[in-house]
C-alpha cells in the first residue's frame, strides 16, 4: 500500500470533466444522468483499500439523507492486478449492502481519475449545478442545460487514518453551503488514501 495525498488539478469553477462509465447496476451513467441534482459528489474509490472502506458509511450516510446531491464512487483501480476490484467484486459489495451510493461505476480504462486529477482512494470532488451558482450572479441567466461546476476538492471529515474517529465533516459543511445557495468557504485539504492502481505501473 503507498500512502497518497491529493493533488489539485481542477480549480474551483472548473466544469466536471464528463464521463461515460457502467454502473454494477448494468446501466451507463453520465453527467447528465445526474442533471435533475443540485450537487454532485464524485469519489474516485474502490473495494480493498482500507482507507477507502474506513469511508464507505459516510458516503452511504450522504447518499441517503441528501436527496439533491447524487454521491457518485467510481472505482478506477486496475482490477487484473487487484481482482477485489473488479466489476464483480463491485455488484458483490452493493449486493451486500455494504456500498450505497446512488451509483458505483468502474472506470476501466483510467481515462476518467486522469481527466479529473484523482491519485488515491478515496479522492473526493463536490459540484454545484452551475445554474445554481449563476443564480448568484445578476447579470447571469440561469439555465436549465447548465452542467457541474467544482466547489471543493479535499478530505471528507478530518479522520485521516482508517481507524481515527472523526470531529468534523469537511464535506457536509460544503454540501450544506451547496444547498443553501452559499460560497463553499473550505480550506482545499488534501485527501489521503492508498494511490490508484494505475495500469501501467
Not at 472506470?107 to 463536490?126: I, K, W
Not at 472523526?166 to 492508498?194: K, M, N, Y
Amino acid at each position: 500500500m503507498v500512502l497518497t495525498e491529493s493533488e489539485p488539478e481542477l480549480e474551483a469553477g472548473d466544469a466536471a470533466p464528463d464521463f461515460e462509465l457502467e454502473g454494477v447496476d448494468g446501466e451507463t451513467h453520465t453527467l447528465e444522468s445526474f442533471a435533475d441534482k443540485k450537487a454532485l459528489l464524485v469519489v474516485f474509490t474502490c473495494n480493498h483499500c482500507p482507507y477507502a472502506q474506513a469511508k464507505f458509511d459516510l458516503l452511504n450516510e450522504l447518499a441517503d439523507e441528501y436527496d439533491d446531491v447524487a454521491v457518485v464512487g467510481i472505482n478506477p483501480n486496475d482490477a487484473e492486478e487487484y481482482p477485489d476490484d473488479s466489476m464483480e467484486a463491485m455488484r458483490e459489495r452493493v449486493e451486500a449492502g455494504t456500498i450505497q451510493y446512488d451509483a458505483y461505476l468502474r472506470d476501466e480504462s483510467q481515462d476518467v481519475a486522469r481527466a479529473y486529477g484523482a491519485v488515491c482512494t478515496p479522492d473526493p470532488f463536490l459540484f454545484a449545478r452551475a445554474a445554481q451558482r449563476a443564480a448568484d450572479d445578476q447579470a447571469a441567466e440561469p439555465r436549465d442545460d447548465a452542467g457541474f461546476e467544482l466547489v471543493y476538492h479535499g478530505r471528507l471529515d478530518d479522520a485521516l487514518n482508517p481507524d481515527d474517529e472523526p470531529t468534523r465533516f469537511h464535506i457536509r459543511e460544503a454540501i450544506d453551503a451547496v444547498l443553501a445557495d452559499e460560497a463553499v468557504d473550505l480550506e482545499w485539504q488534501p485527501s489521503q488514501g492508498c494511490s490508484i492502481k494505475w495500469k501501467d505501473e
